[in-house]
């Protein structure tokens, strides 16, 4: 397979068990959606897949090489890249100076080019951008980087609705372009409107995946996906856990 893919991860969280057996493909050039309620392991789940966590037990391939074992930075050299919640810039640099640190000045035009919003603002302290501007500069800094898959936690933490729309847009035709791309989500009819493919965490479990198309034409089996409860187990499309009763994870 040409992308990411995972199979079994499981993931601890503070020494306690978050994320359990999780199987996940990001096909190159398609959007998958990572969908789920707060405090689910979502982030943790990206957390494992990029060695920011360790694995518990599970492989990671990225292109059919096993990189499970490798560091988070030779992850990143493979070609995975992931965008963290929170927007990490180096506020005391300006937005030239933090593309600077991903790529040679040769080659952050390309930066500019997919945020032309970004280019009048590039002598600007980073921490003066807005919240908008700041997710804008992550996701370019983070393309500098050349990836083949780029994982996004949270795009939508703190933003309007058109500027997440904004962001989409972009994250859209990145994947046009030939890159796999893993989105976490919480507004699922938005998300899902810009996915490929879907999957629903619940419990540290994936309950539910599919079409993004149909799971958006489901929503009171996405609803119930959310609530970790049982989904429709005659739709081949469709995963759910058997065990309602697991503890609830942090």
Known sequence: MTGLRVEGA??????????????????????????????VGKSTLL???????PLRSGQVFLDGADIGRRSRRRRVRTGLAYV???????????????????????????????FPELQP????????????????LVLARAMLGRPKILMIDELSLGLAPVIV??????????????????????FADRAL???????????GRIVLRGPAAELRSR????????????????????????DSTREEQP
Do not use: W
């Open 84 to 114: 963290q919640q929170g927007r990490e810039v180096f506020g005391e640099l300006t937005v030239e100076e933090n593309l600077l640190v991903a790529a040679p000045r040769r080659r952050i035009g390309r930066a500019f080019e997919l």
């Open 121 to 136: 603002r590039a002598a600007v302290a980073a921490s003066l951008l807005s919240g908008g501007e700041q997710q804008m």
């Open 193 to 203: 409107a810009f996915g490929h493919q879907a999957a629903v965490m619940a419990r």
């Open 10 to 39: 499981c993931v601890d969280r503070a020494g306690s068990p978050v994320v359990h057996d999780v199987d996940l493909d990001v096909a190159a050039g398609k959007v998958t959606v990572l969908l789920g309620a707060n405090g």
């Open 47 to 53: 957390d494992g897949i990029a060695a920011v966590a």
């Open 165 to 186: 729309d904004r962001v989409l847009a972009t994250v859209a035709q990145l994947a046009a372009e030939g890159l796999g791309i893993l989105l976490v989500e919480q």
């Open 219 to 242: 929503p009171d089996e996405l609803q119930a996906a959310y609530l970790g409860g049982e989904t429709n187990p005659a739709n081949p499309d469709s995963t759910a856990t058997e």
